[in-house]
């Protein structure tokens, strides 16, 4: 099927909904979340650090520099694909996305050296850390506006209910009939389940359908908003932080946002925390192995952590509609950075599900409020582009954390090192975020004359 006559599918299938055609966005974004998005995620991969390294006698820094170096490569891509996003739409990089996702599993089914394993892992992981981390909410919000946190919530629970499943899906895998036949068969659900749907379906933003976005209330009546926290709330940040201008949301261009303060904040803050969240979940499991706890117990708190991001999801965008989104950010941070050191402190499995549960609280409100202030601060209209710059930040965060943790695990033989600095990172990042204020919105050619 062409783009014209899949275009035309969607259209009259929009009329014919019942329902706002961003849902049907949102729904194969939660389809993409719960397959592709899963596989290459480092919280699946805990869960095979140590039967793969035990067998093929890897260590686990060389193990973990597989997820760094898929960073690295994707900081290169990720500007590239905002541009994409924001000319084309995610619908065909979703479900090539997921193509790669599935292949490069099944193919790390059969790998036995090091750079056979990198050779797939890495394409794989560049793949999850650019085009699927930016697709995703970039698709979302250029759909939403009034119902933004809802719609990134709910494929946050996606995600988290993904991240919950998978791991402790492919833990099953490994102990009935090893690791190889694991990837095997994440690989092939997600080429059943990520591929179609957003291919068909997708359509970049609502007026490309002749739709209208779903609109803020003030947009409509002029009106104000009670419930608004002064000065910083979501409207104030869609206006740019000003009462004067709430007829529409904010259109920064990329060398626009570059020139504001609190671009550089919000990429230096998704750096710290997001190091904070690769590193610590993928070498969680190993970390309790490590202190005693049996495999399968292991990994049952990595589903712990994953399933917590889904409620998490709802608690933190309750609380983005009553609170300012720099402020929620600080206060995800600091859970985080709770859970880091409660894990570092965990050696028996109550606590140890204790500190999963606060880290996933704190990482689940990270990922959906991130997203949230990328497009509340900067608008829809260059979204994907300037999410890909910034994007290369928090990138480079994930690649980090792992490496980190992997190398001085093997140095000292201890995870507290590692567990230590990150819960240092996450305190310090959500202390700086307090100052990301709303970027005053750019003057128009018009205005300016």
């Known amino acids: 099927m062409n783009e014209s006559k899949a275009g035309s599918m969607r259209i009259r299938l929009a009329a014919w909904l019942p329902f706002y055609y961003g849902w049907v966005i949102v729904a194969n974004t939660v389809a993409v979340s719960f397959s592709a998005r899963t596989v290459m995620a480092v919280a699946t991969l805990s869960v095979f650090v140590v039967p793969m390294t035990d067998q093929l006698g890897w260590s686990r820094g060389l193990f973990s520099g597989a997820v760094s170096l898929g960073g690295l490569c994707a900081v290169f891509v990720v500007p590239f694909v905002g541009r994409w996003i924001d000319r084309y739409g995610s619908g065909t990089l979703l479900a090539v996305s997921s193509v790669l996702t599935g292949v490069c599993a099944i193919g790390i089914s059969m790998v036995s050296l090091p750079w056979a394993f990198y050779s797939l892992y890495v394409p794989g992981r560049m793949v999850f850390a650019g085009p699927l981390e930016l697709s995703i909410p970039t698709a979302i919000s250029n759909w939403f506006i009034r119902r933004r946190p809802l719609g990134l919530a709910i494929e946050a629970m996606s995600k988290g209910a993904g991240l919950a499943v998978m791991p402790l899906a492919a833990q099953l895998m490994i102990s009935g009939w090893g690791w190889r036949t694991a990837w095997v068969a994440m690989g092939l659900f997600t080429l059943a389940v990520g591929v179609l749907p957003p291919l068909l379906l997708m359509s970049r933003r609502p007026e490309d359908m002749g739709l209208e976005p779903d609109p803020d209330p003030k947009r409509e009546t002029g009106g104000s908003d009670s419930n608004q926290a002064p000065g910083d709330g979501r409207n104030a940040a869609m206006s740019g932080g000003t009462n004067s201008d709430t007829a529409s949301e904010p259109e920064f261009t990329v060398s626009q946002a570059l020139k504001t303060r609190t671009f550089w904040m919000l990429s230096i803050f998704a750096a710290a925390t997001f190091m904070v969240q690769a590193g610590v979940s993928l070498h969680q499991v190993p970390h309790y192995i490590n202190q005693g706890l049996p495999g399968a117990l292991a990994a049952i708190t990595a589903g712990v952590y994953a399933f917590s991001q889904v409620p998490a999801g ?117 202390v700086m975020v307090l100052g990301a204020t709303p970027p005053k919105k750019p003057l128009t050619v018009a205005a300016a004359a």
């Open 314 to 430: 709802v608690i933190w965008a309750w609380l983005s509609q009553r609170a300012p989104v720099r402020v929620l950010l600080a206060c995800a941070a600091f859970v985080a950075g709770c859970g880091a050191i409660a894990t570092a402190a965990s050696s028996t499995l109550m606590w140890a599900l204790v500190a999963s549960t606060i880290l996933g609280l704190g990482i689940g409100g990270l990922h959906l409020l991130v997203r949230l202030a990328w497009a509340d601060y900067y608008g829809r209209k260059n979204l994907g582009s300037i999410r890909g710059v910034a994007h290369s930040f928090q990138v480079a965060g994930q690649g980090m954390g792992p490496l980190v943790a992997g190398f001085m695990f093997d140095a000292t033989g201890s995870y507290q090192l590692p567990l230590m600095i990150f819960t240092v990172a996450a305190f310090s990042a959500g």
